[in-house]
């Protein structure tokens, strides 16, 4: 497997930050952590939640008394 290990990366024209437009795929058990949170965009699957949810935008087929009663359920 390769490595590739660097200390920054940046755009083309070194003004902002990397767009991956065919994609980017990581091994299981990565992380990833970015200063300030983490944009994602598209079908994002996980296998553990952590947290009680109550932040969650764009969830129009679960109610939020549904959402909030998951939480203590598990």
């Known amino acids: ?6 200390n920054q990366i ?3 024209d070194d003004d902002g930050a990397v767009e991956f437009s065919e994609g980017l795929t990581f091994a299981s058990n990565t992380s990833i ?3 300030g949170g983490i944009n994602l965009t598209g079908i ?3 296998t553990s939640f952590v947290g009680n949810g109550l932040n969650l935008t764009r969830t129009d ?3 939020h008394s549904k959402m909030v009663a ?4 598990t």
Not at 1 to 6: A, D, E, K
Not at 70 to 73: A, R
Request: proline share 0%; glycine share 4%; hydrophobic share 45%.
């Open 33 to 35: 952590s970015g200063a």
């Open 61 to 63: 087929s679960v109610s």
């Open 1 to 6: 497997m390769s490595v590739l290990r660097v």
């Open 10 to 12: 940046t755009n083309k």
């Open 44 to 46: 994002v699957t996980a």
């Open 70 to 73: 998951l939480t203590y359920i």
